[in-house]
């Protein structure tokens, strides 16, 4: 068996709602099941993002964690 992990993050207005989140993650799995993917599941990764030291420190920026949304295919 073979797995595919792909990240997702939807893109909403601010007179969006989850409808239309819960659409772009249905259009993804359509476009992959096109493909001969079968859907699996949805996770958030966890990751840190590290800083940058900036030049001679000048417009350096510290570490931050972040979580990153992916959806799990099969075939």
Do not use: H, R
């Amino acid at each position: 068996m073979e797995y595919k992990v792909v990240p997702f993050n939807a893109v909403i207005g601010q007179k969006d709602g989850a409808s239309q989140a819960a659409s772009q993650l249905q259009s993804l799995i359509d476009t992959m099941k096109a493909e001969g993917w079968e859907y699996v599941d949805m996770a958030n990764v966890d990751t840190y993002v590290e800083g940058t030291s900036g030049c001679l420190g000048i417009g350096a920026k510290p570490g931050y964690s972040a979580s990153v949304a992916v959806v799990v295919f099969k075939k």
